[in-house]
């Protein structure tokens, strides 16, 4: 369960039960029975990013590109990834926010893949893991840190289900 590792050994042992019971799948299900939605795409993603940004985060830095990346590994990196990068052109330094979202992630709820968009979305405004950032989370999505738990729950149960 390295997914739940920051959470108390309580938590742990009743999702072990559920798991060993054979339903966590079942209780994510009740949570969010409508799976499907139509952020599939790089375009959709985009569309769903800028949307929260313009609600949100309208003074923030601009976002030249969101997508989802196949390269982004769960068990290795992150869910997603904030970049900045700086280029040279010239006598002008030129700056890009991209966000990369773990591909696999296209099959999550839309809750919890919006959840994994605000979070990448706080990082314009605060870069580091802060009370600030975890306000701006919240701000922008109340439920946050009820969707982050499920999200751990979520890739909990496709590891289980895969092995």
């Known amino acids: 369960m390295q997914y739940l590792q920051g959470y108390s050994q309580d938590i742990r042992d009743k999702v072990s039960t559920l798991i060993q019971a054979g339903k966590l799948g079942q ?24 949307s929260l940004k313009q609600r949100y985060l309208k003074k923030s830095a601009p976002l030249a590109k969101v997508v989802f990346d196949d390269k982004i590994s769960l068990q290795h990196q992150a869910l997603g990834l904030h970049t900045y990068i700086s280029r040279k052109q010239g006598n002008k330094l030129k700056a890009k926010n991209e966000i990369r979202i773990a591909a696999k992630l296209k099959q999550l709820p839309e809750p919890l893949l919006t959840m994994v968009v605000v979070h990448e979305l706080a990082h314009l405004k605060e870069k580091d893991h802060n009370k600030a950032f975890y306000q701006l989370c919240t701000y922008m999505e109340p439920d946050y840190f009820q969707l982050e738990f499920d999200l751990r729950l979520y890739l909990t149960w496709l590891e289980v289900e895969s092995n």
Do not use: T, W
């Not at 209780?27 to 993603?45: C, F, G, T, W």
């Open 27 to 50: 209780v994510l299900k009740q949570r969010y029975p409508q799976s499907e939605h139509n952020i599939r795409n790089d375009k959709a993603l985009y569309q769903l990013a800028m």
